[in-house]
C-alpha cells in the first residue's frame, strides 16, 4: 500500500522538483493532488510519465491525505498548513515558518532522522534553509568522530535561491549587458546580479547579520548540536542552480585531512571529489540535477589547532529544498507511517 500525497505550490521551482523527485525515487503513491493558488489553478504539470491538472489551494480539503509536501511562502503556509494537520495529514514545510518553533522537528535525514518523531506535536515538519541542509550533511560524520567546536562559512548561492524572479533578473541583466538600451535595473535584488556578487541575502538584523545569515547559525544548532559556534558570511552570486560553500571547521580533537576524506567518502549523500590537480573539485554547474551532497578542497588548517578546510557544493533545489522534503517523507513513513 502507498500514501495519499499533496503537493502544494505544484507551480513553482520547488514543488515542479518534488513531483519529479517523488516519481525518479519511486515513492509510494497511490493518489497524488498537485494544487496552486487560484491564479495557477488548470495549470499541467509532471508526475513521471502522467501530467496533472492543478486544483485550487483554497478549496481543498485535505481530509484522508496522508502527506503534504509544501512549497510555498509562509505568509500561504502559515493559513493552509494549520488546515492539512487538523484534517490528520503530516506537513512537511518547506517554508521558514516553522523552524524555529521548539515543538516542530527540523530534520535532515542523514543528520537527525530520528527527530521525524516529533511531527506528532503539531502534525507538522520543518525542511532547512537550503544553505543549512547541506553544510549539515558535511558536518555530521566529522562532527560525530571529532566534535565540532566552532563553524566560519561562507556562502555563493544561486539565483534560483531567490525563486523564479531571480533567475529571471539574472537572465534578463546577463541579456541586457549586449543589447544597448536594454538594460535591466535591479529589482529581486539590491544591486546588478549580472557579472557581480552580492553579499546580502534576506533582511538585515540589528547586529549587522542578516537573517539568511542567522539561519544558517540558528538552524545549525537545532539540528546538529546547539553548542557548536557558528559564524556564517552569505552571498549571492551569479549562477542560476547550485549552492557552494566555503567552510572552516575547528575541532575539539584532532582530525587528519586524510582521515576526513575517508570519513565523508563513506557518510550517506556525500561524495567526494578531491584531486589536488586542475579541475580535480566540484562547481555548481556540476552538480545540478544530481541527489549528493558534493565534498572538495578538503585540507587542514594549520592556523588554528584542530582545524581543517573544505568546498561543499549541492543542487539547491533538490538537497536543499525538494529531495529533502522526499527523504523526510520516506523517513517518515519507514518510521511512523507504515502502511501494509
Not at 537550503?130 to 560524520?141: D, F, G, R
Request: with cysteine.
Amino acid at each position: 500500500m502507498g500514501y495519499k500525497v499533496v503537493v502544494v505550490g505544484a507551480t513553482g521551482n520547488v514543488g515542479r522538483e518534488m513531483l519529479n523527485i517523488l516519481a525518479e525515487r519511486q515513492f509510494p503513491v497511490d493518489e497524488i493532488a498537485a494544487l496552486a493558488s487560484r491564479r495557477s489553478m488548470g495549470t499541467e504539470v509532471s508526475f513521471g510519465d502522467k501530467t496533472l491538472t492543478t486544483k485550487d489551494l483554497e478549496q481543498f480539503d485535505f481530509t484522508g491525505w496522508d502527506i503534504a509536501l509544501f512549497a510555498i511562502g509562509s505568509d500561504a503556509t502559515k493559513i493552509y498548513a494549520p488546515k492539512a494537520a487538523a484534517a490528520g495529514c503530516v506537513v512537511i514545510d518547506n517554508s521558514s515558518l516553522y523552524r524555529y518553533d521548539p515543538e516542530v522537528p527540523l530534520v535532515v535525514p542523514e543528520v537527525n532522522a530520528e527527530a521525524v518523531d516529533g511531527y506528532r506535536n503539531k502534525m507538522i515538519i520543518a525542511n532547512p534553509n537550503c544553505s543549512t541542509a547541506q553544510m549539515v550533511v558535511a558536518l555530521k560524520p566529522l562532527h560525530d568522530r571529532a566534535r565540532i567546536k566552532r563553524v566560519v562559512v561562507s556562502t555563493y548561492q544561486s539565483v534560483s535561491g531567490a525563486g523564479k524572479e531571480g533567475m529571471d533578473e539574472l537572465w534578463d541583466q546577463t541579456k541586457g549587458m549586449y543589447v544597448p538600451g536594454q538594460e535591466v535595473a535591479p529589482s529581486k535584488f539590491s544591486k546588478q546580479i549580472a557579472f557581480n556578487v552580492i553579499p546580502h541575502i534576506d533582511v538585515f538584523m540589528e547586529d549587522g547579520t542578516t537573517k539568511e545569515e542567522w539561519k544558517m547559525v540558528a538552524e545549525t544548532k537545532k539540528i546538529l548540536d546547539p553548542s557548536i559556534k557558528v559564524t556564517a558570511t552569505c552571498v549571492r552570486v551569479p549562477v542560476f542552480v547550485g549552492h557552494s560553500e566555503s567552510i572552516n571547521l575547528e575541532f575539539e580533537d584532532f582530525l587528519d585531512e586524510d582521515e576526513a576524506r575517508d570519513i565523508l567518502r563513506e557518510a550517506p549523500g556525500i561524495m567526494v571529489i578531491d584531486k589536488r590537480e586542475p579541475g580535480g573539485y566540484v562547481t555548481p554547474i556540476e552538480c545540478v540535477g544530481d541527489y549528493a551532497t558534493f565534498i572538495s578542497r578538503i585540507r587542514q588548517d594549520g592556523t588554528v589547532e584542530n582545524g581543517l578546510n573544505l568546498w561543499c557544493v549541492s543542487d539547491n533545489l533538490r538537497k536543499g529544498a525538494a529531495l529533502n522534503a522526499v527523504q523526510i517523507a520516506e523517513t517518515l513513513g519507514n518510521r511512523c507511517l507504515k502502511k501494509g
